[in-house]
């Protein structure tokens, strides 16, 4: 007869008997280092297969029908055991497994086993994410749905509905094309394009009336060619200041950029059209420069000019040539720009630009220049005594104070709560905070309950009716229903990866908002993001007054980001997770047009203020944006991958969510 082992020998497992003086306590029991292999995706209803294998680290031998891994109710599934498929000493390895039944419903489900013996729990197993659905896995065939618990066929993904395109479908790629036939529109638009009298620039929705010969540049007010050394283009910049005027110090600067040229495109918004103007500024000796504009949705970027060929650099659009470029600061915000920067001896470009074609127009602009080098650090004060190179962040009018966020707040400051339940006060303070289940809708400044939606698991209440299915944003849809794709320009993901460090303070935006793992010099890995909205449908949000619950106010920015639209990361060469991404938020807007046909709206739509991704359109993340990088400080050199997830969290619903990830090589020198 053979004895199962406790420490001491207690029991007799043939006969189910307990030695004399011995206890059969589940203490005795123990698991550890699980490896769980299950299904990674099954249709709803059919059978999982699971296999666990699993070192006994207890002191007790495990006995089959005694030692078991029992899936609980409540995970969606039918609850169920795993068998062990035999005895396992102390120390050992044992394998348990089984089958077990999807449910009818669609969903990511990561489920949890107890390991159980005689019934009581002595360890927990997780395992790996398993999908329950009805996509084959084949993208071009449509998107498989789950109707009244039968999967049924979606549409064409890649039928734009226009007669005049011929539609193809990349089942490698899981992409779509469209080629225009004879006569058949790029795009569509309510608007009327109105080119009478205009040779270039805007044609009113989104177009252009047409290009100028070499020599010349569009000037969009008159909407003519104009030759490109008027005053405050590249040929013939403006001073940035008076002749004489020492440099070190505060200069505050006026314009206006209504009959300023196109003629250059920042590298930190590459699809920008705007007009700009031109200064520039000589130094004889080491300085730093801050410089904020504001007055419109601007672009500010540097460029320093090669004496070999000079005025070149101020038309070079590469990133070279680049010292510093921004697009969304705070300060000024209101979608400012500010850059700084150490600059060397040498000439150099300051080009005030615009966000797109519709923005120009009267700005002001102010440039600090300090002492050897030294980088003021203002990034996210308006205000405050010390920017670290013997200068100021900036003072407050008359009847106002600095607070200790660097904001001017009145002084004295009388809160204003009258029937606010939460929210500012206006006086850096809280009318109040919400509690636990509800949120504060900046809007009103009351708390509200928002419906829980668990994206992974979905569920619809009420259930959907007859021909719909129940989304990933516990919405009900029909199976025909057209739906917003997103993809990924992996192409533009490889090609604009760049290296930067960032001396980051406190204050610092990037700090505030965690998207670096400290303070002090920081080593960036910076690259762009384009996400495309290949799909039939436009991507729409709630409003931030309606939904707080999926948006992040930015008070650095000064305007809401929508939650969880793209997770980033660097992985080692087998796939694990080094670095998490710390961008926490995006301001989802239409950036340019990816697609062609009649079906495609010709004009930009949605913006901060008014989030979405029209279809046929992208919003593309430059690699000079705030946060648009992961932080690599420590990070050993050698070669990584750049993994980009976008809908991570599935609040919306997609054609297909096999298609939202991007994995590119890069070394780290």
Not at 239 to 252: K, N, R
Not at 572 to 594: F, L, P
Not at 621 to 632: K, R, S
């Amino acid at each position: 007869m053979r004895y199962r082992r406790l420490i001491p020998l207690c029991f007799l497992p043939a006969l189910h008997l307990l030695v004399p003086g011995c206890s059969d306590d589940v203490s005795e029991f123990g698991i550890a280092d699980a490896v769980v292999t299950i299904d990674a995706r099954a249709k709803p209803g059919a059978a999982v297969n699971v296999k666990v294998d699993a070192r006994n680290s207890g002191q007790a031998t495990w006995v089959p029908g005694e030692v078991t891994l029992a899936l609980p109710d409540g995970q969606g599934f039918t609850s169920a055991s795993l068998a062990l498929a035999g005895e396992v000493d102390p120390g050992g390895t044992g394998t348990f497994q089984g089958k077990l039944t999807a449910p009818v419903r669609t969903g990511l489900f990561k489920l949890n086993f107890d390991a159980r013996y005689e019934g009581e729990k002595f360890g927990a197993i997780a395992s790996p994410a398993t999908e329950i659905t009805c996509n084959d896995g084949v993208y071009c065939n449509g998107a498989e749905r789950l109707v009244a618990g039968q999967c049924v066929s979606g549409p064409n993904p890649c039928d734009d509905g226009a007669e005049c395109t011929t539609d193809s479908c990349d089942e490698a790629s899981d992409t779509c094309k469209h080629e225009l036939g004879p006569g058949c529109a790029s795009c569509t638009s309510d608007c009327t394009p109105e080119c009478t009298g205009k040779v270039c620039g805007d044609n009113g929705c989104g177009g252009s009336c047409g290009s100028c010969p070499a020599g010349q540049a569009c000037a969009n007010a008159t909407n003519e060619c104009k030759p490109a050394n008027q005053p405050g283009s590249c040929a013939a910049p403006l001073d940035l200041l008076p002749a004489g005027t020492a440099l070190l110090g505060v200069h505050q600067i006026t314009g206006n950029t209504t009959n300023g040229l196109h003629e250059v495109v920042p590298t930190c918004n590459s699809t920008s059209t705007a007009v700009e103007a031109v200064y520039k500024f000589e130094l004889t000796e080491k300085m730093g420069i801050e410089a904020g504009v504001s007055g419109y949705d601007t672009v500010l970027h540097i460029r320093k000019e090669n004496p070999a060929t000079p005025q070149n650099e101020c038309l070079d659009d590469k990133p070279a040539a680049t010292v510093g470029c921004s697009d969304d600061a705070s300060p000024p915000g209101d979608y400012g720009s500010r850059v700084d920067a150490a600059l060397d001896p040498g000439t150099y470009y300051l080009i005030v630009d615009g966000f797109d074609a519709s923005q120009y127009g009267a700005f002001d602009l102010q440039v600090k220049f300090t002492a050897n080098g030294c980088v003021p650090h203002c990034d996210g004060l308006y205000c405050g005594p010390d920017d670290g190179c013997g200068g100021d962040c900036g003072t407050c009018d008359t009847g106002f104070a600095c607070s200790a966020e660097g904001r001017c707040r009145p002084d004295p400051c009388t809160p204003d709560c009258a029937d606010k339940q939460c929210g500012d006060d206006g006086c850096g303070g809280t009318c109040g905070t919400c509690a636990e289940g509800s949120l504060c809708v900046p809007a009103s400044s009351k708390c509200q309950v928002f419906a829980d939606c668990n994206n992974e698991t979905p569920v619809c209440d009420p259930p959907c009716g007859a021909g719909e299915f129940c989304g990933t944003d516990c919405g009900c849809h029909a199976a025909n229903e057209p739906m917003a794709d997103l993809v990924i320009d992996e192409k533009r993901l490889a090609e604009e990866i760049l290296f930067d460090t960032l001396d980051v303070s406190p204050n610092s935006c990037a700090f505030i908002e965690e998207c670096v793992g400290g303070t002090g010099l920081r080593k960036l890995l910076r690259f762009s993001v384009e996400a495309k909205n290949q799909g039939m449908a436009t991507l729409t949000v709630p409003p931030p007054s309606e939904r707080p619950d999926l948006f992040l106010f930015s008070p650095c920015h000064g305007h809401y980001h929508f939650n969880g639209f793209a997770t980033y990361a660097l992985l080692d060469k087998d796939g694990k997770e080094i670095v998490t991404g710390r961008k926490q938020a995006y301001c989802m807007e239409d950036t340019q047009q990816i697609a062609l046909g009649p079906n495609v709206g010709c004009n930009k739509i949605y913006t901060c203020e008014d989030q979405g991704i029209q279809r046929g359109w992208s919003d593309l993340y430059g690699n000079t944006l705030d946060c648009q990088w992961l932080d690599i400080t420590g990070v050993p050199a050698g070669d990584y991958f750049i993994q980009v997830k976008l809908n991570p969290s599935r609040e919306f619903e997609e054609v297909s969510l096999d298609n939202n990830t991007a994995t590119v090589p890069v070394t780290i020198q």
